[in-house]
């Protein structure tokens, strides 16, 4: 245990053992611009962990827990326990780096079992061993189309459609912008919340080849047609970059099917596949491949191999990566995979398998009809993009502000969906995202939809005095 002064001689004898003159000392490397000073007035004195954990556990006992109806990129599932009593168990939990395969056997066939039940759902040939969000993995596979497309063409651009969440739009320029590649931003149809049909075939005739992003779901829920989107850009050069949602592919057409040679590359966010929502993160992304794209994937890849006695083993393999051989010529600054939450997804995937998986699915796309038929059941209420199919989201408008309707409902505690508001999406401050999941019952959804009812009726209550007790 490291050693911890609590009193003034404690400290002072810690610095003598130091050699420094005080406490400042300690601290000199962090910049004077870079301090705080003194401690806030409002932060208490610390406790001991017996008054800690009885006040946590006061506290869990007078909060419920909200009713969450929130999407929009992390969702809510259940989780077998299995799953996590296995995770943190210490040949997981701090298992070997696998740089020196014959001390890390384990974690290797792990990755590789979960690169085989990636490349399977989203119906590819390879995927890496992961990396680190559904963002940043979409930013790599742009990168990663651009190099494809780079052999034939100078200046390849990437068309992004705005119906994709707009935080990995983000990203992808913050990551693409300093390579001076251009983005050019695909519009939807504001009647269905698809693609803009006519801005981009005129945008695949006329321009050079470059990279096609295809959402599916999009930001909105909405089913995309990706097959014909993909069939048409391909056939004009174009390289096609399928961001999905892992669980969707339960149900939909993978995007190794997507056109009659599908989707170049996949992508999307693993996190639905048994990773807790943890207040945003840590989350894991993936990518899949086709076979002949395989040598421009960043990130690492786990191949399995036979060893002199001709039994199974794995070892990491086509590492192009900036800390190994290629250096400057490095696919990718991506230096590591998210191991502990692969493992998650691979548990989950293994005791779930294709058919509980499907479930899964089924489950949430039907609580979200029923949440959907329940809400727009109340007058004003409507979907926002009429008669469009979608999986587990919905976009709703009402005749009041949707940032107020969500802030009454939360004072209720509920979590009613996301303000579509908070983004530049061309949409009425009167619409929001709502989602809903297996683990929404009818009994949740009626709850919803009372709640909401009253609130637009009467509006906003004051939300009630914070019972917080101050920490002594």
């Not at 199974?312 to 995979?337: D, M, V, W």
Request: proline letters at 8%; a negative charge.
């Amino acid at each position: 245990m490291p050693f911890i002064p609590h009193t003034p001689a404690e400290t002072e004898a810690m610095l003598e053992s130091l050699g420094l003159p005080d406490l400042e000392a300690l601290f000199d490397e962090i910049p004077s611009a870079l301090r705080i000073g003194a401690l806030p007035e409002s932060v208490p004195e610390g406790v001991g962990e017996l008054a800690l954990s009885r006040i946590m556990h006061e506290r869990a006992d007078r909060h419920e827990t909200p009713l969450s109806f929130l999407g929009a990129g992390a969702y809510e599932h259940f989780i077998p326990a299995a799953i996590w009593d296995i995770v943190t168990r210490g040949e997981f939990y701090s298992a070997y780096t696998p740089y020196q395969a014959e001390a890390s056997q384990g974690t290797l066939q792990l990755i590789y079992e979960y690169q085989s039940m990636m490349a399977e759902l989203t119906g590819l040939a390879v995927s890496n061993a992961s990396l680190y969000d559904g963002a940043t993995a979409l930013a790599e596979a742009c990168l990663m189309a651009c190099r494809l497309v780079g052999r034939e063409v100078d200046h390849p651009r990437v068309l992004l459609p705005e119906a994709v969440h707009p935080a990995y739009r983000d990203v992808v320029r913050t990551v693409l912008g300093p390579q001076s590649i251009p983005i050019e931003t695909v519009p939807f149809d504001p009647r269905t919340g698809l693609i803009d049909d006519c801005w981009l075939e005129s945008r695949l005739s006329t321009s050079e080849a470059g990279v096609l992003v295809l959402p599916q779901p999009n930001f909105f829920g909405l089913i995309e047609r990706v097959a014909e989107w993909t069939e048409a850009a391909q056939k004009r050069g174009f390289r096609v970059v399928g961001l999905v949602n892992p669980t969707a592919l339960a149900l939909l057409e993978p995007p190794g099917q997507w056109g009659s040679r599908g989707a170049d590359i996949a992508c999307g966010e693993g996190q639905p596949l048994g990773v807790p929502l943890s207040l945003g993160g840590p989350y894991f992304g993936f990518m899949t491949t086709r076979i002949d794209c395989v040598r421009q994937m960043p990130g690492r890849i786990v191949g399995r191999t036979v060893d002199l006695e001709g039994r199974p083993g794995y070892t990491l393999t086509l590492q192009a990566r900036e800390q190994h051989i290629r250096r400057a010529r490095a696919t990718s600054n991506i230096c590591t995979n998210q191991g502990l939450l692969v493992t998650a997804a691979t548990l989950y995937l293994s005791l779930l398998g294709p058919s509980g998986l499907r479930q899964v699915a089924r489950a949430a796309h039907a609580r979200t009809r029923e949440l959907v038929e329940a809400l727009t059941g109340l007058p004003g209420v409507r979907p926002l993009f009429e008669g469009t199919p979608f999986f587990h989201e919905c976009a709703l408008t009402a005749e009041k502000p949707a940032g107020e309707l969500l802030a009454a409902l939360a004072d209720q505690g509920i979590l009613g969906g996301y303000d579509l508001g908070e983004f530049d999406l061309k949409k009425p401050a009167s619409a929001w995202l709502v989602c809903a999941t297996e683990m929404r019952t009818a009994p949740d959804i009626a709850r919803y939809r009372e709640t909401l009812e009253r609130v637009m009726v009467r509006g906003r209550a004051p939300a009630p005095p914070s019972r917080h007790p101050v920490i002594s």
